[in-house]
């Protein structure tokens, strides 16, 4: 298996609402991240974990709060986001070596209303 | 900082055309450099990755350190190689695992 699998698929949320994303891979990877990505943008780093613990926070407001309950899991919860926060949300998880590929999933298409 | 610039942000060209898909790139230690790509309506995927010197449909790409370079090159280029390429940096040490992406590239090839 060497897919990263990412739901929801698409996520509509209200501003004062409180939502969850999932990623999942069973390659044994122990580096997962999240990044945001605007429409024809790059993605933008927002977290990294290694081996289950916070290694980088891109600075990312608060009202977005990563967790890695496993080595196979990261969620995002999401509380109080704005309209701007509207975009494509992508894990990706990678071996924890130099050099190594990462692997994403197909994202969260989040829209904040 | 780390920093990746594509200065080409669209490139046209015909099927079995050369194409080169430009990339420089900023940071003070040793870089590992990628080139992803994004086919439509699939996910992001590694394409090249410069510590393994290697082709993969029938891309290349070479460090050139003295110019921060990191282009990617194929002799003739096909219809299927149609999509978006990202050229990413991943910085070493405490930064481990923050992997900068510049703006992309996409490339039409033309029957």
């Known amino acids: 298996d060497t897919e990263v699998t990412q739901t929801p698929k698409h996520l509509v949320m209200g501003m004062t609402n409180k939502k969850s994303l999932k990623c999942e891979q069973h390659?044994?990877?122990?580096?997962m991240y999240w990044y945001k990505q605007k429409a024809k943008k790059p993605p933008e780093l927002m977290f990294v974990?290694?081996?289950?613990?916070?290694?980088i926070n891109e600075s990312v407001p608060s009202r977005f709060s990563p967790e890695c309950p496993n080595s196979s899991l990261l969620n995002l919860h999401l509380h109080a986001l704005q309209p701007e926060d509207s975009a494509l949300y992508l894990c990706?998880?990678?071996?924890?070596?130099?050099?190594?590929?990462?692997?994403f999933g197909q994202g969260t298409r989040l829209t904040v209303v | 900082a780390q920093r990746v610039t594509q200065p080409e942000k669209l490139l046209s060209v015909f099927k079995g055309a050369p194409v080169e898909l430009k990339c420089n790139y900023s940071?003070?230690?040793?870089?590992?450099l990628f080139w992803y790509v994004q086919y439509s309506r699939q996910r992001l995927q590694l394409l090249l990755r410069?510590?393994s010197r290697e082709s993969i449909k029938g891309f290349t790409a070479d460090l050139n350190k003295g110019e921060t370079s990191f282009h990617l090159k194929k002799p003739f280029a096909q219809e299927e190689d149609s999509a978006m390429y990202y050229c990413?940096?991943?910085?070493?040490?405490?930064?481990?695992?923050?992997?900068?992406f510049g703006q992309g590239t996409i490339l039409t090839v033309h029957p």
């Open positions: 990706a998880s990678s071996q924890a070596t130099a050099g190594t590929e990462a692997f």
């Open positions: 390659m044994g990877h122990r580096a």
């Open positions: 974990y290694s081996y289950e613990k916070l290694s």
């Open positions: 940071y003070s230690g040793s870089p590992e």
């Open positions: 410069h510590i």
């Open positions: 990413a940096l991943n910085a070493g040490g405490t930064s481990y695992g923050k992997l900068t």
